[in-house]
């Protein structure tokens, strides 16, 4: 299935003090380059945030203004690319694979999108395949993006969830990089 791939690589990365989480190495592959990697079928890739030297080429851009949060990042993200369906993540996603993006689009189904669930079952609206227009109109319908919440936003698509999986663990903190 035709995807782009919208990575969100934006953050202040406050609970690492400040430290570009992106950068972070993980086994000698920064957490940004591992989350391009599963991501190297994509159509078209988008990274938003401040730009990086990445393991493969990719589009840049920023929300504007700066700082908005996630949904702003992904309205940002999406005037980039043109394929019918768009694979979010967060670029702090370090054990998402190639073959977790493959199970995010054969989920899809006749659904709005798809998510990963982290191990606790929590759903990862951030490691999630969206059908492109759903997500736009989601956003579109929230008005400005800044500063609002990704899972209220987009509270009124059809979504569904994987099982509960270690692609979807998040890294918030130094101890979530133990795994």
């Known amino acids: 299935m035709e995807y782009d791939a919208l990575i969100l690589a934006g953050g202040g990365s406050t609970r690492f003090g400040g ?58 993200g999406l005037a980039h690319g043109t394929a019918p369906v768009v694979v979010v993540l967060s670029c702090d996603l370090p054990w998402v694979t190639n073959a977790d993006i493959a199970t995010l689009l054969n989920g899809l189904g006749d659904h709005d999108g798809h998510g990963l669930q982290d191990p606790e079952g929590h759903e990862q609206h951030l490691a999630t395949a969206y059908r492109r227009t759903k997500l736009a109109e989601a956003i579109e319908q929230a008005g ?35 795994g």
Do not use: Q, Y
């Open 19 to 76: 430290v570009d989480k992106a950068m972070l190495v993980l086994d000698g592959v920064t957490l940004l380059d591992r989350v391009l990697t599963a991501t190297v079928d994509a159509t078209a890739t988008v990274v938003v945030g401040p730009e990086r030297t990445t393991c493969r080429p990719v589009a840049w851009t920023v929300e504007d203004p700066p700082s908005g949060g996630p949904l702003a990042g992904i309205a940002a």
């Open 144 to 178: 400005d993006p800044r500063n609002r919440s990704v899972r209220r936003t987009l509270a009124t698509l059809d979504l569904t969830w994987s099982a509960p999986t270690r692609a979807g663990r998040d890294v918030d903190t130094w101890s979530d990089l133990d």
